[in-house]
Protein backbone atom coordinates (compact mmCIF):
# COMPACT_ATOMS: atom_id res chain seq x y z
CA UNK A 1 0.00 0.00 0.00
CA UNK A 2 1.43 3.24 -0.69
CA UNK A 3 1.64 6.03 1.52
CA UNK A 4 -1.31 8.07 -0.72
CA UNK A 5 -3.52 5.11 0.32
CA UNK A 6 -2.55 4.85 3.85
CA UNK A 7 -3.13 8.42 4.08
CA UNK A 8 -6.68 8.00 2.46
CA UNK A 9 -7.32 5.07 4.39
CA UNK A 10 -6.76 7.13 7.44
CA UNK A 11 -8.79 10.07 6.46
CA UNK A 12 -11.80 8.28 5.96
CA UNK A 13 -11.09 6.07 9.34
CA UNK A 14 -11.89 9.29 10.95
CA UNK A 15 -14.45 10.82 8.84
CA UNK A 16 -12.69 13.58 7.42
CA UNK A 17 -12.56 15.49 4.42
CA UNK A 18 -9.75 16.46 2.28
CA UNK A 19 -10.36 19.96 3.51
CA UNK A 20 -10.49 19.47 6.86
CA UNK A 21 -6.98 17.04 6.82
CA UNK A 22 -5.76 19.84 4.41
CA UNK A 23 -6.86 22.43 7.29
CA UNK A 24 -5.22 20.47 10.48
CA UNK A 25 -2.15 19.95 8.19
CA UNK A 26 -1.45 23.34 6.89
CA UNK A 27 -1.32 22.71 3.51
CA UNK A 28 -4.16 22.92 0.54
CA UNK A 29 -6.22 20.72 -0.43
CA UNK A 30 -5.08 19.96 -3.31
CA UNK A 31 -1.95 18.81 -1.97
CA UNK A 32 -4.26 16.17 -0.35
CA UNK A 33 -5.73 15.13 -3.12
CA UNK A 34 -2.58 14.58 -5.31
CA UNK A 35 -1.12 12.66 -2.10
CA UNK A 36 -4.00 10.16 -2.01
CA UNK A 37 -3.69 9.91 -6.09
CA UNK A 38 -0.28 9.06 -5.74
CA UNK A 39 0.81 11.94 -8.18
CA UNK A 40 3.09 12.99 -5.61
CA UNK A 41 4.04 12.41 -1.72
CA UNK A 42 4.21 14.10 1.05
CA UNK A 43 7.47 15.73 1.62
CA UNK A 44 9.66 14.34 4.31
CA UNK A 45 8.99 17.43 6.36
CA UNK A 46 5.82 16.77 6.73
CA UNK A 47 5.92 12.98 8.08
CA UNK A 48 6.20 13.83 11.76
CA UNK A 49 3.23 15.96 11.72
CA UNK A 50 0.83 13.29 9.97
CA UNK A 51 2.09 10.95 12.58
CA UNK A 52 0.94 13.06 15.48
CA UNK A 53 -2.42 13.82 13.82
CA UNK A 54 -3.09 10.27 13.03
CA UNK A 55 -1.35 9.34 16.02
CA UNK A 56 0.71 6.27 14.49
CA UNK A 57 3.98 5.71 13.93
CA UNK A 58 6.33 6.48 11.19
CA UNK A 59 6.60 3.00 10.07
CA UNK A 60 3.33 2.52 10.33
CA UNK A 61 2.52 5.66 7.97
CA UNK A 62 5.57 4.57 5.08
CA UNK A 63 4.33 0.78 5.47
CA UNK A 64 7.51 -0.54 6.73
CA UNK A 65 7.36 -3.82 8.86
CA UNK A 66 3.59 -3.67 8.32
CA UNK A 67 2.67 -7.69 8.41
CA UNK A 68 5.26 -7.51 11.57
CA UNK A 69 3.29 -5.37 13.38
CA UNK A 70 -0.01 -6.92 12.63
CA UNK A 71 1.75 -9.95 13.65
CA UNK A 72 2.44 -8.54 17.06
CA UNK A 73 -0.99 -7.03 17.48
CA UNK A 74 -2.72 -10.52 17.03
CA UNK A 75 -0.25 -11.37 19.61
CA UNK A 76 -1.27 -9.00 22.07
CA UNK A 77 -4.48 -9.77 21.79
CA UNK A 78 -4.46 -13.77 21.33
CA UNK A 79 -2.62 -13.29 24.58
CA UNK A 80 -5.55 -11.23 26.33
CA UNK A 81 -8.02 -13.91 25.44
CA UNK A 82 -6.43 -16.64 26.80
CA UNK A 83 -6.12 -14.10 29.95
CA UNK A 84 -9.40 -13.41 29.93
CA UNK A 85 -10.45 -16.42 29.25
CA UNK A 86 -9.03 -17.63 32.39
CA UNK A 87 -10.33 -14.55 34.77
CA UNK A 88 -6.75 -13.10 35.32
CA UNK A 89 -8.71 -9.61 34.06
CA UNK A 90 -5.77 -7.31 36.12
CA UNK A 91 -3.31 -8.97 34.22
CA UNK A 92 -5.48 -8.57 30.76
CA UNK A 93 -5.86 -5.21 31.44
CA UNK A 94 -2.61 -4.55 31.90
CA UNK A 95 -1.40 -5.86 28.32
CA UNK A 96 -4.39 -4.37 26.75
CA UNK A 97 -2.30 -1.11 28.45
CA UNK A 98 0.91 -1.91 26.66
CA UNK A 99 -0.90 -2.85 23.55
CA UNK A 100 -2.97 0.50 22.83
CA UNK A 101 0.36 2.18 23.76
CA UNK A 102 2.37 0.27 20.29
CA UNK A 103 -0.68 0.79 18.42
CA UNK A 104 -2.33 4.19 20.10
CA UNK A 105 -4.56 4.01 17.16
CA UNK A 106 -6.14 0.52 16.71
CA UNK A 107 -9.71 0.28 17.59
CA UNK A 108 -9.46 -3.43 17.99
CA UNK A 109 -7.22 -3.06 21.16
CA UNK A 110 -9.64 0.35 21.97
CA UNK A 111 -12.72 -1.74 22.60
CA UNK A 112 -10.81 -5.12 24.07
CA UNK A 113 -9.41 -2.24 26.67
CA UNK A 114 -12.85 -0.85 27.02
CA UNK A 115 -14.82 -4.34 27.65
CA UNK A 116 -11.98 -5.94 29.99
CA UNK A 117 -12.09 -1.99 32.21
CA UNK A 118 -15.81 -2.78 32.33
CA UNK A 119 -15.00 -6.29 33.55
CA UNK A 120 -12.81 -4.75 36.21
CA UNK A 121 -15.16 -2.37 37.68
CA UNK A 122 -18.29 -5.35 37.79
CA UNK A 123 -15.73 -8.48 38.92
CA UNK A 124 -12.86 -7.22 40.59
CA UNK A 125 -11.65 -5.48 43.68
CA UNK A 126 -11.09 -1.85 43.15
CA UNK A 127 -11.76 1.60 44.81
CA UNK A 128 -14.10 3.44 43.91
CA UNK A 129 -11.46 6.05 42.79
CA UNK A 130 -10.06 3.47 40.79
CA UNK A 131 -13.10 2.24 39.00
CA UNK A 132 -14.14 6.09 38.17
CA UNK A 133 -10.79 5.99 36.81
CA UNK A 134 -11.11 2.60 34.48
CA UNK A 135 -14.33 3.56 33.48
CA UNK A 136 -13.17 7.00 32.57
CA UNK A 137 -10.45 5.95 30.30
CA UNK A 138 -12.84 3.05 29.01
CA UNK A 139 -15.73 5.74 27.80
CA UNK A 140 -12.92 8.20 26.06
CA UNK A 141 -11.76 5.12 23.80
CA UNK A 142 -15.37 4.15 23.15
CA UNK A 143 -16.20 8.20 21.69
CA UNK A 144 -12.44 7.79 19.81
CA UNK A 145 -14.14 4.30 18.60
CA UNK A 146 -17.70 6.17 17.57
CA UNK A 147 -15.42 9.07 16.36
CA UNK A 148 -13.20 7.24 13.52
CA UNK A 149 -14.03 3.34 13.61
CA UNK A 150 -16.29 1.86 10.74
CA UNK A 151 -16.18 -1.93 11.91
CA UNK A 152 -19.75 -2.32 13.06
CA UNK A 153 -19.39 -4.95 15.39
CA UNK A 154 -16.59 -2.54 17.43
CA UNK A 155 -19.17 -0.04 17.17
CA UNK A 156 -21.54 -1.43 18.67
CA UNK A 157 -19.76 -2.62 21.20
CA UNK A 158 -18.79 0.68 22.29
CA UNK A 159 -21.95 2.38 22.42
CA UNK A 160 -22.73 -0.87 24.70
CA UNK A 161 -20.15 0.71 27.13
CA UNK A 162 -21.11 4.26 26.87
CA UNK A 163 -24.78 3.64 27.63
CA UNK A 164 -23.63 1.62 31.08
CA UNK A 165 -20.86 4.90 31.68
CA UNK A 166 -24.02 7.86 30.85
CA UNK A 167 -26.47 5.88 32.58
CA UNK A 168 -24.30 5.48 35.77
CA UNK A 169 -23.33 8.94 35.65
CA UNK A 170 -27.23 10.37 35.35
CA UNK A 171 -26.55 11.35 32.09
CA UNK A 172 -29.84 9.58 30.75
CA UNK A 173 -30.79 11.23 27.50
CA UNK A 174 -27.15 10.50 26.77
CA UNK A 175 -27.31 6.53 27.01
CA UNK A 176 -31.18 6.83 25.73
CA UNK A 177 -29.84 8.76 22.47
CA UNK A 178 -27.07 6.15 22.22
CA UNK A 179 -29.49 2.63 23.10
CA UNK A 180 -31.88 4.28 20.85
CA UNK A 181 -29.88 3.83 17.67
CA UNK A 182 -28.91 0.26 18.22
CA UNK A 183 -31.10 -2.78 16.44
CA UNK A 184 -33.56 -4.27 18.50
CA UNK A 185 -32.73 -7.92 19.21
CA UNK A 186 -34.65 -9.45 16.63
CA UNK A 187 -32.27 -7.92 13.98
CA UNK A 188 -28.92 -8.89 16.01
CA UNK A 189 -26.97 -12.05 14.32
CA UNK A 190 -28.04 -14.44 16.65
CA UNK A 191 -31.68 -14.28 15.17
CA UNK A 192 -30.56 -13.46 11.70
CA UNK A 193 -28.13 -16.56 11.35
CA UNK A 194 -30.82 -18.84 12.54
CA UNK A 195 -32.74 -17.31 9.92
CA UNK A 196 -30.69 -17.91 6.85
CA UNK A 197 -28.88 -21.12 6.72
CA UNK A 198 -30.44 -24.46 6.35
CA UNK A 199 -29.65 -27.71 6.82
CA UNK A 200 -27.32 -28.59 9.76
CA UNK A 201 -26.13 -25.12 10.02
CA UNK A 202 -29.30 -23.74 10.32
CA UNK A 203 -29.68 -26.02 13.43
CA UNK A 204 -26.59 -25.40 15.21
CA UNK A 205 -27.12 -21.58 15.05
CA UNK A 206 -30.36 -22.11 16.46
CA UNK A 207 -29.12 -24.13 19.13
CA UNK A 208 -26.44 -21.35 19.18
CA UNK A 209 -29.50 -18.83 19.70
CA UNK A 210 -31.55 -20.71 22.14
CA UNK A 211 -28.41 -20.78 24.18
CA UNK A 212 -27.78 -17.08 23.96
CA UNK A 213 -31.15 -16.78 24.79
CA UNK A 214 -30.79 -18.72 28.19
CA UNK A 215 -27.93 -17.01 29.25
CA UNK A 216 -29.74 -13.63 28.86
CA UNK A 217 -32.86 -14.56 31.00
CA UNK A 218 -31.39 -16.56 33.44
CA UNK A 219 -28.67 -12.79 34.26
CA UNK A 220 -32.35 -10.72 34.69
CA UNK A 221 -34.23 -13.50 35.81
CA UNK A 222 -34.14 -12.20 39.57
CA UNK A 223 -33.18 -8.67 38.98
CA UNK A 224 -34.01 -6.22 42.11
CA UNK A 225 -34.08 -3.16 41.16
CA UNK A 226 -35.11 0.05 43.61
CA UNK A 227 -38.63 1.91 42.60
CA UNK A 228 -39.55 5.30 42.59
CA UNK A 229 -41.05 4.22 46.23
CA UNK A 230 -37.15 3.32 46.94
CA UNK A 231 -38.08 -0.07 47.86
CA UNK A 232 -37.30 -2.86 45.70
CA UNK A 233 -39.68 -4.96 43.50
CA UNK A 234 -38.61 -8.53 45.37
CA UNK A 235 -38.46 -9.65 49.12
CA UNK A 236 -35.53 -11.86 50.46
CA UNK A 237 -38.22 -15.01 50.17
CA UNK A 238 -39.13 -13.71 46.60
CA UNK A 239 -35.99 -13.97 45.61
CA UNK A 240 -35.20 -17.05 46.84
CA UNK A 241 -38.31 -18.51 45.37
CA UNK A 242 -37.23 -16.88 41.81
CA UNK A 243 -33.67 -18.41 42.53
CA UNK A 244 -35.37 -22.19 42.91
CA UNK A 245 -37.63 -21.46 39.71
CA UNK A 246 -34.20 -20.78 37.87
CA UNK A 247 -32.81 -24.12 39.47
CA UNK A 248 -35.96 -25.88 38.45
CA UNK A 249 -35.58 -24.34 34.60
CA UNK A 250 -31.99 -25.56 34.18
CA UNK A 251 -32.60 -29.09 35.55
CA UNK A 252 -35.82 -29.48 33.41
CA UNK A 253 -34.07 -28.16 30.24
CA UNK A 254 -30.99 -30.54 31.03
CA UNK A 255 -32.87 -33.91 32.37
CA UNK A 256 -29.59 -35.86 31.74
CA UNK A 257 -27.63 -33.49 34.21
CA UNK A 258 -25.62 -32.00 30.30
CA UNK A 259 -25.18 -28.78 32.05
CA UNK A 260 -22.07 -27.81 30.49
CA UNK A 261 -20.99 -24.65 31.06
CA UNK A 262 -24.32 -24.07 32.81
CA UNK A 263 -22.91 -25.76 35.54
CA UNK A 264 -20.79 -22.79 37.17
CA UNK A 265 -23.96 -20.69 37.22
CA UNK A 266 -25.77 -23.81 38.71
CA UNK A 267 -23.74 -24.03 41.45
CA UNK A 268 -23.70 -20.25 42.35
CA UNK A 269 -27.05 -20.77 42.52
CA UNK A 270 -27.39 -24.00 45.13
CA UNK A 271 -24.60 -22.14 47.11
CA UNK A 272 -27.17 -18.98 47.47
CA UNK A 273 -29.79 -21.08 48.39
CA UNK A 274 -27.77 -22.59 50.87
CA UNK A 275 -26.84 -19.52 52.45
CA UNK A 276 -30.38 -18.93 52.55
CA UNK A 277 -31.58 -21.90 54.03
CA UNK A 278 -28.94 -21.63 56.82
CA UNK A 279 -29.97 -17.99 57.73
CA UNK A 280 -33.71 -19.05 58.18
CA UNK A 281 -31.82 -22.12 60.54
CA UNK A 282 -33.18 -25.24 58.05
CA UNK A 283 -30.08 -26.45 57.97
CA UNK A 284 -30.88 -29.98 56.73
CA UNK A 285 -32.20 -27.75 52.95
CA UNK A 286 -28.92 -25.74 53.83
CA UNK A 287 -26.43 -28.81 53.30
CA UNK A 288 -28.68 -30.33 50.61
CA UNK A 289 -28.18 -27.70 48.51
CA UNK A 290 -24.43 -26.74 49.21
CA UNK A 291 -23.89 -30.93 48.61
CA UNK A 292 -25.43 -29.88 44.92
CA UNK A 293 -23.43 -26.78 44.65
CA UNK A 294 -20.12 -28.49 45.38
CA UNK A 295 -20.69 -31.20 43.06
CA UNK A 296 -21.72 -28.45 39.98
CA UNK A 297 -18.13 -26.78 41.05
CA UNK A 298 -16.41 -29.95 40.24
CA UNK A 299 -18.54 -30.66 37.07
CA UNK A 300 -17.28 -26.95 36.20
CA UNK A 301 -14.03 -27.60 37.07
CA UNK A 302 -14.03 -30.52 34.77
CA UNK A 303 -15.81 -28.89 31.90
CA UNK A 304 -13.30 -25.89 31.31
CA UNK A 305 -10.52 -28.63 31.55
CA UNK A 306 -11.63 -29.93 28.01
CA UNK A 307 -11.96 -28.48 24.59
CA UNK A 308 -15.21 -29.86 23.53
CA UNK A 309 -18.36 -31.05 25.58
CA UNK A 310 -21.45 -32.00 23.67
CA UNK A 311 -24.96 -31.61 24.88
CA UNK A 312 -27.45 -35.06 25.13
CA UNK A 313 -30.42 -33.70 26.25
CA UNK A 314 -33.23 -32.57 23.98
CA UNK A 315 -33.31 -28.79 24.24
CA UNK A 316 -29.85 -28.51 23.25
CA UNK A 317 -29.47 -31.61 21.49
CA UNK A 318 -26.39 -31.79 19.46
CA UNK A 319 -24.69 -28.61 20.38
CA UNK A 320 -20.60 -28.76 20.95
CA UNK A 321 -19.49 -26.39 23.44
CA UNK A 322 -15.73 -24.91 24.05
CA UNK A 323 -14.57 -24.31 26.97
CA UNK A 324 -11.94 -21.65 25.02
CA UNK A 325 -15.39 -19.74 24.70
CA UNK A 326 -15.90 -19.31 28.43
CA UNK A 327 -15.06 -16.62 30.22
CA UNK A 328 -14.43 -16.11 33.79
CA UNK A 329 -15.09 -13.45 36.04
CA UNK A 330 -12.18 -14.15 38.40
CA UNK A 331 -8.67 -15.67 38.25
CA UNK A 332 -9.76 -18.84 40.94
CA UNK A 333 -11.95 -21.48 40.19
CA UNK A 334 -15.11 -22.40 40.99
CA UNK A 335 -14.38 -24.43 43.94
CA UNK A 336 -12.08 -21.55 45.62
CA UNK A 337 -15.49 -19.59 44.77
CA UNK A 338 -17.48 -21.89 46.70
CA UNK A 339 -14.96 -22.22 49.49
CA UNK A 340 -14.98 -18.68 50.60
CA UNK A 341 -18.16 -18.34 50.40
CA UNK A 342 -18.44 -21.04 52.83
CA UNK A 343 -16.19 -19.08 55.02
CA UNK A 344 -18.78 -16.50 55.68
CA UNK A 345 -21.19 -16.35 58.42
CA UNK A 346 -24.14 -17.41 57.52
CA UNK A 347 -22.62 -21.43 57.49
CA UNK A 348 -21.51 -21.37 61.21
CA UNK A 349 -24.77 -23.14 61.96
CA UNK A 350 -23.70 -26.13 60.00
CA UNK A 351 -20.19 -25.77 59.86
CA UNK A 352 -19.12 -28.81 62.58
CA UNK A 353 -21.39 -31.21 60.47
CA UNK A 354 -20.07 -34.26 59.09
CA UNK A 355 -21.47 -33.38 55.90
CA UNK A 356 -19.82 -29.75 55.74
CA UNK A 357 -16.66 -30.89 56.54
CA UNK A 358 -16.53 -33.91 54.26
CA UNK A 359 -17.82 -31.00 51.27
CA UNK A 360 -15.01 -28.79 52.22
CA UNK A 361 -12.47 -31.58 51.93
CA UNK A 362 -14.24 -32.20 48.50
CA UNK A 363 -13.61 -29.03 46.91
CA UNK A 364 -10.08 -28.25 48.70
CA UNK A 365 -8.62 -31.08 46.24
CA UNK A 366 -9.55 -29.18 43.34
CA UNK A 367 -8.40 -25.68 44.33
CA UNK A 368 -4.65 -26.02 42.84
CA UNK A 369 -6.55 -27.03 39.29
CA UNK A 370 -5.57 -23.58 36.81
CA UNK A 371 -8.42 -23.23 34.48
Known amino acids: MSIG ?16 LASNLGITSKAVSQWECDRTSPDI ?14 DQLLNINLPKSEEEKQDILHRYYDLSRKGYLKKGWQLLQEGIAKFPNDYSIMIH ?10 FSETTHEEK ?3 RHQCAEYCKRILDGCTDDFIRHAAVSILCTYYAEKGEIHKAEELAGKMPVMVMSQDFLFANIYKGTKKNEANQRLKSNLLQFMLKRFDSNYKLD ?4 LYSSDDLEALREKKIALLELLFEEGDFGSYSGALSDFYEESARHYAT ?7 LECLEKSVHLAIDFITFMQKDTFTHTSLFLKGMVEQSRNVSL ?13 MERKEYDIVRESNIFKKLSKELESYIQIKL
Open 329 to 341: NSEDNQAVLILKN
Open 280 to 286: AGNTERA
Open 5 to 20: STIKKLRIARRLTQEQ
Open 113 to 122: LSICGDWMCK
Open 132 to 134: DSI
Open 229 to 232: SGER
Open 45 to 58: SQIPALCKFFQISA
